[in-house]
């Protein structure tokens, strides 16, 4: 299962591109809730999630996914069960994908420490003791990171890939013409 989560003031395009990536790789995705059923984006967008954080099972998350978004990336990082949940990935060896802002969340957990990472620009400070690159979408093992809204397809496309193949991303990514 692929969790992702959404907050009070996420970036929906972060969020819900990525949702749908997965989606057409036939993954198993759930959207969870962390401020409530229903979440408001920081534009103003009410999506409502399929769960909440009391129902997020650890025992079947293959990856996590957290994206961006002012003050969503707060929000989520001040959650427990998001906490948590980056605790269990990297115990469990589970893949983590964090978008925009949301990588200083684990910048700040010091799991990007020595490691190739890349957030939205006036967040860079926050990476200093990661291989800051400024890239689009950068993966270090079981991390993925990704710079923003401008290159959410890719950042989808790469959490395809590392969970199916090159080939399953490659198909979508021709499919809808990026």
């Not at 198993?28 to 103003?44: F, L, N, P």
């Amino acid at each position: 299962m692929i969790y992702v989560f959404l907050a009070d003031g996420f970036e929906i395009i972060e969020a819900l591109a990525p949702v749908d990536m997965l989606g057409r790789a036939k993954l198993s995705i759930k959207t969870v809730g962390v401020t409530g059923k229903s979440v408001k984006s920081s534009g103003g967008v009410e999506v409502v999630a399929d769960i909440t954080t009391d129902q997020v099972n650890f025992a079947d998350m293959d990856m996590m996914i957290l994206p961006g978004g002012m003050p969503g990336t707060l929000n989520l990082e001040a959650d427990s069960t998001v906490q948590k949940s980056i605790d269990y990935c990297v115990a469990n060896n589970k893949y983590i994908a964090a978008i925009c802002a949301a990588p200083t969340i684990l910048a700040h957990k010091k799991l990007l420490d020595g490691k190739k990472a890349t957030v939205f620009p006036s967040f860079a400070d926050d990476l200093k003791a990661a291989q800051y690159t400024a890239g689009a979408v950068e993966i270090d093992g079981k991390i993925i990171t990704s710079r923003g809204a401008g290159v959410c397809i890719d950042f989808g496309l790469k959490c395809v890939e590392v969970l199916t193949n090159k080939a399953t991303a490659d198909a979508i990514r021709a499919q809808i013409q990026a």
